[in-house]
């Protein structure tokens, strides 16, 4: 199909803005994009959606999502509103054990029919690809059942899923003050049958005082290396815990989080390339008062993506376009940023060098927004002006 009369951010160099312009589309690839004085004339007479102005960006892509999981966590909500805090209900066995309980009792269709429309709010706030992570399960058996579930998600949905394994998310009751034996037991025999069964495209970790050391997640970060599998991790949430450069040693594709990142960590970041994936949500949520160093990470050149860490604890929240404004407001981002964020930089997050920009040889997939400048998307606080998407060259109705 042929789109034509866009506002183009091909977000090259920027936004890399183009008025009045075209893009052909072969299949699921963009085949051209150019100002509509220049389209040439193979691409004419293909089907055409006038888009009468309208901005157009890559689709959004939301590379940090916990969006499997059963139950809700109001009460606990309610509880930090009267004074505890996120460490102390986690230690007190709330927190995220308290979704690994729920999610453990609940089958693999119910957790389907919950994460569905989790994600079609993901899709309306313009998600065209999304991360899913395991770690609400902790066994063998229940890490299994989310990958499972989140796989399933892109046979229901025309949105991309890429998957990630977490079992070393929290340590459980029945391995409580034992991490290291948590890890061989469960966290290693879980990724070695994930990837036999063809079931994750990365593994990530909580490194954390709440979860896991460096030392704990070394044989993970070894098996995922023999694996041939890219590895990320939740680093310097709540503590510094020197994670991110323990993630950047291992080649990482993220880092995420990053609230007390040290200035080691943001050269370690730099020099791997690993991406810093910040996630506004859970420092809203949490209240929390140190704001991740945005502008040492800007000053290094270490590209940032902003995503909505959608989980029921810390960041409840399924708008990419809120996570956007909150990155601007709360972190600093500049708008353009916020769009890379979710554009370029989170596709690189995700390891996927076929998304995230217009241009030809990549997936079409496409948000058509009722705005005529990007900045709008990030302005608006909770509205997303999304017009229409365009999944792999088919546009949604
Ligand atoms: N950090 C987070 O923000 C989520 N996981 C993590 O390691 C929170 C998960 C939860 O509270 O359920
Ligand atoms: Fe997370």
């Known amino acids: ?31 051209w994009a150019g100002p509509m004085a220049d389209l040439p004339a193979t691409y004419r007479a293909l089907p055409e959606h006038d888009a ?59 957790l389907l029919a919950l994460a569905l429309p989790r994600v079609d709010q993901l899709i309306a706030s313009g998600a065209t690809t999304i991360e899913v992570k395991s770690g609400y399960g902790l066994t063998v058996t229940d ?24 079992a070393a998310h929290a340590i459980p009751p029945e391995y409580k003050g034992q991490p290291k034996a948590y890890i061989a037991e469960v966290a ?20 954390e005082t709440i979860a896991f050391s460096v030392e704990d997640l070394a044989p993970l970060f070894a098996e995922a290396r023999a694996l041939g599998l890219p590895v990320k991790l939740h680093a310097e949430q709540l503590t510094d815990q020197g994670g991110a450069a323990f993630a950047a040693r291992h080649a990482a594709l993220s880092a995420d989080h990053l609230e007390y990142l040290s200035a080691e960590g943001v050269a370690a970041m730099a020099a791997a390339g690993t991406v810093a994936v910040i996630l ?17 990470l800007r000053d290094a050149g270490v590209p940032m993506a902003v995503a909505t860490d959608l989980n029921p604890g810390s960041s409840p929240m ?62 608006r606080i909770g509205a997303t002006p999304l017009y229409k998407r365009i999944f792999g060259g088919h546009l949604d109705a």
Not at 143 to 166: D, Q
Not at 280 to 296: D, K, M, V
Request: aromatic share 6%; with cysteine.
């Open 143 to 166: 890490e299994l059942k989310m990958l499972r579930v989140a796989r399933r998600i892109g046979l229901h949905r025309p949105v991309t899923v890429k998957t990630t394994h977490l």
């Open 318 to 379: 399924a708008s990419l376009t809120l996570a956007m404004n909150m990155a601007c407001t709360l972190f600093r981002l500049t708008p353009a940023e916020a769009l890379l964020g979710t554009t370029a930089h989170a596709a690189r997050a995700l390891g996927l060098a076929d998304r995230g920009r217009i241009v030809p040889g990549l997936r079409a997939d496409l948000c058509i927004w009722d705005a005529d400048h990007p900045a709008e998307i990030s302005y």
């Open 1 to 31: 199909m042929l789109l034509t009369h866009a506002t183009l951010a091909t977000m090259t160099n920027g936004y890399g803005l183009i008025p009045d312009a075209a893009v052909a589309m072969d299949g699921n690839r963009i085949a």
């Open 188 to 207: 290693l025999p879980s990724l070695r049958d994930a990837y036999a069964d063809g079931l994750i495209d990365a593994v990530d970790a909580f490194c």
């Open 280 to 296: 506004p949500g859970a420092f809203y949520t949490l209240r929390e008062s140190q704001l991740p160093p945005i502008t040492a």
């Open 52 to 110: 009468n102005g309208r901005l157009v960006t890559p689709g959004l892509i939301d590379c940090h999502t916990h969006a499997v999981f059963a139950g809700h966590r109001a009460v606990e909500f309610e509880l930090r509103l009267n004074g505890a805090s996120y460490e102390e209900i986690a230690w007190a066995g709330g927190g995220i054990l308290s979704t690994v309980t729920a999610t453990r009792a609940t089958s693999e269709d119910t």
